[in-house]
């Protein structure tokens, strides 16, 4: 059996990143080309400072 091949436009990608990311936001998506693999990720989380990131050295650590 021949494989089938199937156009994508890029609002047909976008909607199909959309509907995954409604579902789950932390969502991977995988879009399979002849070219290879196309890995959206998820935007990165931003993580807060920890103690030792946000010490400068100048003042004391504020202990919470």
Do not use: L, S
């Amino acid at each position: 059996m021949g494989a089938r091949r199937a156009v994508m436009t890029e609002a047909q990608a976008r909607r199909f990143i959309r509907a995954a990311r409604a579902e789950d936001p932390r969502a991977v998506v995988e879009i399979v080309t002849e070219a290879g693999t196309v890995r959206i990720m998820p935007e990165p989380t931003p993580v807060a400072p920890t103690v030792d990131q946000a010490h400068d050295g100048r003042k004391p650590i504020p202990w919470t």
